[in-house]
Every structure is written in C-alpha cells, then in structure tokens.
C-alpha cells in the first residue's frame, strides 16, 4: 500500500490531478471519493482522491506525502465521481473546480455534520387526485415509456395537471423503496412545490437551493447519500446530490435558461441531469408548457418519447388574447387607456390582473432634452437605469450608481426618464387605481425569503388584486383567482439581437398568458405592441406554441444555428482592449492551423456589451453539426491556449452550448 500514488482533485484552476504517497503513519484505506488534506505549495488543502495508481511522472524527490486521508469510507460515491468526471470532460473545466460544485462547501472544510435520525411522527398525507381523460391516458404512456427507461419530454399546457403527473410517478418510485430528484429552475418555486409534494408525501421530501445554510445543504446532502431523503427537490446544483438507490429525474419548466450556469463551470442542469439518467440507466422526465427547441427537435427525431396534454384540468379554455395597436392606442407611463379600461373590468368583478414587464427600475435610461445625451455607465457600454425611489442612476451590470441630478452631464439642459420600468409601471397604476391593492415582484422589492414568501402568500391569496412584476413573478405560479394579464411591452423580447429571441418571446407569452382563467372564469389577455401583424407573434396566438416551433425552427436551418448545430463560445475579456483581441486572433490563427474538420470558427467579434465592468470583452464562436468532432476540436484548442504566452493579460473561459451569445 506505500508504493500507491494517490490522484488527488483540488480546488484550483489548473486542469489536472495532483500526486501525492499515502500519508505516513496511515491506518485508512485509500479510496475514491474520500477527502483528503495535502501540501500544496505553502498551504494545506483539502481535496478528493480521484484516482489510484502505481506510477507518477513526478520526481521522487518532489512526490510528497499527504497529510491526512479524512474519511474511512468515501464521502462521494461511485456513480458521483462517474458524473463529475463526465462534466469536467465535457465542460473542458477542471476536474477540482468540478468538485467544488458538486461537493456542498461545508463538507469542503473537512466538517462532518450530524445527521440525526429521520422523524418518525406519522403524517396524514393527502391522497392522489383523480386524474382527467387525457391525464390518465398520458400517465399510462409514462409508465410504459418509464418501464422502458427512456427519456420523456411531457409537453403540457398551463394548467393542464403536470405537477399531478410527477406526483403520481413519483409515489410509483416510492413504492419500489427507490429515490427521486425534482429539479426546478429558481429558488422562488421551491416553496409551492415542496409543499405540494410535502401534503403528499410527508417528511420525506427535502428542498437543496441557494438559500439553505451550508450546515444544512450539507445534512441534506448526506441524508440523500444514506438513504435517509426520498424525495430531493432542488434547483441546478442539486443535480450533483448523491443518492443510494436513485429511480427518477423530474426536470419541471425544462425550457427555463436558469438551469444554464452563466459563469465558472458553465453547466446545464438539465443536461447533466439527462447524462445522470443515462449512466443511471433509469428514466428521466422532462416537463414544460413551451419546451425548449433542442427537446421538441429530439422528440421530433425519436431520441425522446414525447406525450402532450391539451386541456387543462379545469376544463377553462385557454385565454383570449387581445391586441394593443400602439400605433393606434396612445400610452401614457407605459399604459393604454384601452388597457386601464380592461383592468378596471377585472378588478370589479373582484378578479385578479396581473401585469408583466421584465425591466426593473423606474426607466431604463434618461435623456437630454437639448442635445440628446443618455447617461451611460463609465464602466460598462450600456445606459444607467433611473431608479427614482432612491432619486439614483445604477448600473444593472455592475452596479455603478450615482444620484439622479436631473441636469444632462454633457450641455447641462434638462434630463427626463426614457421608457418604463416596474416602479414606474406601479405609480402609474396608484394613480389610476388608488384604493386598490397593488403586489410589485422584482428584485428591487424581493431582496429576502421572507419578502418573496410574503409578497407571493398576498398574490395567491387574492389580498393583492393588481400583481405587477417581472419574470419571478411569472414563472410556474399559480393564481386561483387571476382572471386577466397584460403584458405591457411586447416589443421589448420580440426583437433581441440573439438566434433565440423569437423562442424566449413566444416562451414567455405562453407561461405569462398561461397564469389567467385556470379556474371557472375564462382568461384574457392583453399585449401592447407596435408590430401587431408579427407572422410568428400571430402563429403563437393562433396556432399555439407547437406550430410556432414547426415555423421558427426553419429559420435556423440555412444557417446552422441549434437544434441543427452544436455549439461552444469562447470569452475573452481585459482591462486593454487590445489585449483581447491579440489573444482571440491566435487562437483564431492557431485553430485554423489544425484539422477543424467541418468545425467552424467565427471572430472574434466584440461581445454585444463590449465593455462591463471596466473590462474590455470579445468572443469567439465555434460550430459544428457533429458534437464529438466540436469537442475534438475543444480539446486541441484548449491545450493550445494553456500553452500560449498571450494569456497572461486576458481572463478566458469556455461556454459549451451556450444559451446566452452576449
């Protein structure tokens, strides 16, 4: 056992594994998964044996010994360490850094929490809901698609009963002593599912998000690994909680672009998760109203099993929806008074209204009356938004703010607010509506658990009459007593400069329009727009989400764009200019020097908001229809670039299948 090199994974960023001897006066068994304390230049660090060998290329007079194996037995478990390993190849991100996703921190810090034995008070748990016509013809296609281990895409309106179908898949795992983990995309829809699945299926459901402490993300952790947790629900990183017998993944609103991690280990959680089910080999389901481009194209292929709900299960039609013409219809703070009418309807039948605008801030920018000027941030290329709450210009990107002096910077004349945002959107709304209750979501108002679970406990209990907010209040929420929304600024993700802006769109307008009439009042919906003979917006409204995909897909086929390609994105970003683009050209150079095969490269080009936060960004593109020859392409790339000299002034990092272009 002394002449064993222990692979040791530790949190740094360099992209390989560390050799270390067994510790001296070591009584453990070394074996993966298990933590680790070592040397590492003049610190100690803890790390995660990965592997174990006989041989090192590294000098027997610099091999050192650990300190310390930690754990008699491993901490992380063999189907983890497959699926860690499985990112880093994937993500080119190293394998330490990896881990320190996976591995909740406080395990990390070589502490070991408690964990007391699970409650065993009984609980009344509800029983199943009856299922409609179309819902128990659906859930039999799952079981049988389920028994068959495949990957199930359950396209299913707003309103229609998916959560029912999880649940009653989920009791089937239950029953045959087997764990599940649910993933959802923010924090904000944990409470109202857990306690759905909680009134099911008692204390066996644990909840893993941003907002648990680190003692407890670690007890959840451990719990799950014992056996102790049946039902695990989680946003993205609970997709690496390790489990002892685990049946099924359930990835609810699977379209939803925060389960993609926008910096470090850019990850998609959902497809880590469907990796997770493959190695697993047991089922996965995917869950949406409007699903993603990339799942309805593998549906569409055979490579997923696809089952559709149409009727809600109220029986309530889908909502109408009702065009604002604002070439007709003047706007004043951003309103209609064709749209004040229609909200002044619903609130006096006693009905809710809510209204959807994804900007914050009183507005977005502030204009010179004399010669035009909009304040921009000094450290990013993009306007400063007028919070007049507070009487402050900030920055969205970096934070950047200063007091709103009413007086252009430039000439001196009078400054005034451009567009809308939510706080301005609410004023305008007391104004008009003085003795009405009005609910304002968005960041600026929810800055706590506590707020949000108060704010959402007044919309859904009807207290709030008037629900104003941007895409945290919208999201997989469910309003008894909402009879009408508005979406106040429909232009506004119409038009994006990204390939995915028409899908984002017609996402958004389906799970906003899908809040209205899911009980006995029919639904409305109103959309003010300058564009109201859109094609693709009247396909949405008309034909519904499926025929819009079968239309918008087209547009990416000539040039490539997913679900026909596969893509990777590589940032570059400085505090000079140049020095970014030297760094993208040799790549640029030295990629067109090796064999792409039919891998494209295209840039660099500045990335959309050049400038954020005092550094300079560019990005170059690379695409290919075949994804394993786009990663052989990745992995001479990135070996060049770690042996490059250009690197020392520039931060880079990789995206595989980015989300975001910008």
């Not at 604002?324 to 039948?349: C, M, P, W, Y």
């Amino acid at each position: 056992m002394k002449n064993l090199i222990l692979k040791v994974a530790l949190n740094v960023p360099i992209d390989n594994l560390f050799d270390y001897k067994i510790p001296s006066n070591n009584s453990i068994q070394p074996k993966q998964g298990q933590r680790i304390r070592v040397p590492f230049g003049k610190q100690e660090k803890i790390g995660f044996i990965h592997g174990i060998g006989s041989q090192t290329k590294v000098p027997a007079s610099k091999l050192k010994p650990a300190l310390k194996i930690i754990d008699d037995e491993p901490l992380v478990n063999n189907e983890l360490l497959d699926l860690i390993s499985w990112v880093a190849n994937y993500y080119h991100y190293p394998i330490g850094e990896v881990y320190a996703t996976a591995v909740p921190l406080y395990l990390r810090q070589e502490k070991t929490p408690k964990i007391d034995a699970m409650p065993t008070e009984s609980f009344q748990c509800e029983s199943h809901k009856k299922l409609t016509e179309e819902q128990e013809q659906g859930f039999k296609k799952l079981l049988s698609f389920f028994n068959q281990r495949q990957i199930v895409l359950l396209d299913g309106v707003t309103g229609s009963g998916k959560t029912e179908l999880y649940l009653q898949s989920v009791d089937r795992n239950l029953k045959k002593n087997q764990q599940v983990l649910l993933l959802v995309p923010e924090i904000g829809l944990t409470p109202q599912i857990f306690e759905r699945f909680q009134k099911r299926f008692g204390n066996t459901v644990s909840v893993v998000h941003s907002g648990n402490t680190y003692k407890q993300r670690a007890e959840i952790w451990l719990k799950a690994k014992q056996g102790d947790v049946c039902v695990v629900i989680g946003t993205r990183s609970a997709v690496f909680t390790p489990f002892k017998n685990l049946g099924m993944i359930i990835v609810d609103e699977e379209h939803d672009p925060s389960f993609k991690q926008q910096s470090g280990l850019c990850y998609s959680g959902r497809n880590v998760a469907i990796i997770r089910a493959k190695q697993n080999k047991i089922p996965i389901l995917l869950g949406s109203a409007t699903p993603s481009f990339e799942s309805l194209m593998n549906a569409k292929k055979g490579k997923y099993k696809k089952i559709t709900l149409k009727q809600r299960v109220f029986a309530t039609p889908l909502p109408q929806t009702n065009i604002i013409d604002l070439r007709v219809h003047s706007q004043e703070q951003g309103l209609t008074k064709f749209l004040l009418k229609a909200i002044k309807k619903h609130i006096e039948n006693d009905n809710q209204v809510l209204l959807y605008l994804n900007r914050r801030g009183f507005s977005p920018a502030t204009v010179c009356s004399g010669c035009g000027y909009i304040e921009e941030c000094p450290r990013c290329d993009t306007s400063m938004v007028l919070h007049k709450r507070n009487n402050r210009l900030v920055c969205h990107h970096c934070n950047h703010n200063k007091p709103w002096e009413k007086i252009c910077t430039e000439c001196g004349s009078p400054s005034s607010p451009l567009g809308e945002g939510t706080e301005q959107i609410e004023l305008a709304l007391k104004n008009e509506f003085p003795r009405t209750s009005i609910v304002r979501m968005d960041r600026d108002t929810v800055n706590s658990k506590k707020q949000r679970t108060r704010l959402l406990d007044q919309a859904k209990s009807g207290t709030g009459q008037i629900l104003l907010g941007t895409q945290m209040l919208t999201k997989g929420h469910d309003f008894p007593n909402l009879s009408m929304v508005a979406i106040v600024n429909a232009d506004q993700g119409m038009f994006g400069s990204d390939f995915r802006s028409s899908e984002r769109f017609a996402q958004t307008f389906v799970q906003v329009s899908g809040r209205a009439g899911r009980r006995k009042t029919v639904g409305e919906v109103f959309l003010q727009t300058y564009n109201p003979k859109n094609p693709l917006l009247n396909k949405i409204i008309s034909q519904g989400y499926n025929a819009f995909f079968s239309e918008a897909v087209l547009d990416r086929k000539v040039p490539q764009w997913p679900p026909y390609s596969h893509l990777a994105l590589l940032h570059a970003q400085s505090t000079q200019k140049n020095s970014v683009f030297d760094f993208l050209n040799t790549v640029r150079k030295k990629g067109d020097a090796i064999n792409l095969g039919n891998t494209m490269l295209l840039g660099p080009v500045p990335s959309p908001i050049e400038k954020k936060a005092g550094k300079f960004r560019g990005q170059l593109l690379l695409l290919n229809t075949n994804r394993k020859e786009l990663h052989r392409v990745l992995d001479k790339l990135c070996w060049m670039i770690k042996n490059t000299k250009k690197t020392s002034k520039v931060k880079w990092s990789l995206d595989v299948d980015p989300i975001d272009l910008s």
